[in-house]
T-cell receptor, first 112, second 115 residues
Framework: DTAVSQTPKYLVTQMGNDKSIKCEQNLGHDTMYWYKQDSKKFLKIMFSYNNKELIINETVPNRFSPKSPDKAHLNLHINSLELGDSAVYFC???????????FGNGTRLTVT | DQQVKQNSPSLSVQEGRISILNCDYTNSMFDYFLWYKKYPAEGPTFLISISSIKDKNEDGRFTVFLNKSAKHLSLHIVPSQPGDSAVYFCAASALGETSGSRLTFGEGTQLTVNP
């Protein structure tokens, strides 16, 4: 299936731990994103990579570090997890110009 | 600074009737607008889009209207079906930005279509 896939779907961990979320797209898109949906349901951009280069880096704590080994993958590593990091994280990709984002199904992160 | 706003958190309509979802924006640089539909435990899926050079775009039962002077867009679903029950997000971007072209989302409207 052509899609944006992210793993894991659910992630429960304790404060202070380090965790990673993986994302892969086989749509051939050049640009990939991480979005965060907080408790108020807003979808907010965190990072964007174009062909493995970081092009958008919103005001996100530096405990969050994206890594793009190739243009089909964009992983999100989070150090020293805090309670406020609990949210749903969505990976997405798109082509350039007037084209829509294609989202993965999200990773629900719960920090206890 | 909420640049895209959906002031109705929820909307309930009868099957077969029209659903109208509204969205307002404040950034005059936005020139590309999209609607996404989201079911629980899934990612948002693209529904329909419109660029600022148009004021209407239609795709089957879905029509998006753009009023640039009012900075307002709306999504019409006719006829509404129970399977349309989902959260609908309005989103906007400014193509003049870098090739990253971020989407700014509204907070969503939960549509419930009753049989």
């Amino acid at each position: 299936d052509t899609a944006v896939s992210q793993t894991p779907k659910y992630l429960v961990t304790q404060m202070g731990n380090d965790k990673s979320i993986k994302c892969e797209q086989n749509l051939g898109h050049d640009t990939m994103y991480w979005y965060k949906q907080d408790s108020k349901k807003f979808l907010k951009i965190m990072f964007s990579y174009n062909n493995k280069e970081l092009i958008i880096n919103e005001t996100v704590p530096n405990r969050f570090s994206p890594k793009s080994p190739d243009k089909a993958h964009l992983n999100l590593h989070i150090n020293s997890l805090e309670l406020g990091d609990s949210a749903v994280y969505f990976c997405a990709s798109k082509q350039g110009g007037f084209s829509p984002l294609h989202f993965g199904n999200g990773t629900r992160l719960t920090v206890t | 600074d909420q640049q895209v706003k959906q002031n109705s958190p929820s909307l309930s309509v009868q099957e077969g009737r029209i659903s109208i979802l509204n969205c307002d924006y404040t950034n005059s640089m936005f020139d590309y607008f999209l609607w996404y539909k989201k079911y629980p435990a899934e990612g948002p899926t693209f529904l329909i889009s419109i660029s600022s050079i148009k004021d209407k775009n239609e795709d089957g039962r879905f029509t998006v209207f753009l009023n640039k002077s009012a900075k307002h867009l709306s999504l019409h679903i006719v006829p509404s079906q129970p399977g349309d029950s989902a959260v609908y997000f309005c989103a906007a971007s400014a193509l003049g930005e870098t090739s990253g072209s971020r989407l700014t989302f509204g907070e969503g409207t939960q549509l419930t279509v009753n049989p």
